[in-house]
């Protein structure tokens, strides 16, 4: 379960098509990450979260940077506690 949550291709390709969903959506970078963390962790992102994440993801929102987003929050502990 380990490979498969760091390399593995299923994951990768949902993630991918997630990514092209999400950047789909009109809306900021900023409302982005908290929507993202608001569905993944049932939280909104702390300050520190909010910026880092924002930054990842750009400006305009970059499909490439929400991928990564998406890799580091299914990498969460607190993410894997959950689902």
Known sequence: QALELT????????LKRSAEKLVQEPQSGRELVVNIFERALARPPTGEELQLAA????SPVQKEGVEDLLWAMTMLPEFQLIY
Do not use: F
């Not at 390399?7 to 949902?14: D, I, W």
């Not at 930054?55 to 750009?58: A, I, N, R």
């Open 7 to 14: 390399n593995g291709g299923t994951l990768a390709e949902r």
């Open 55 to 58: 930054d990842l993801v750009g």
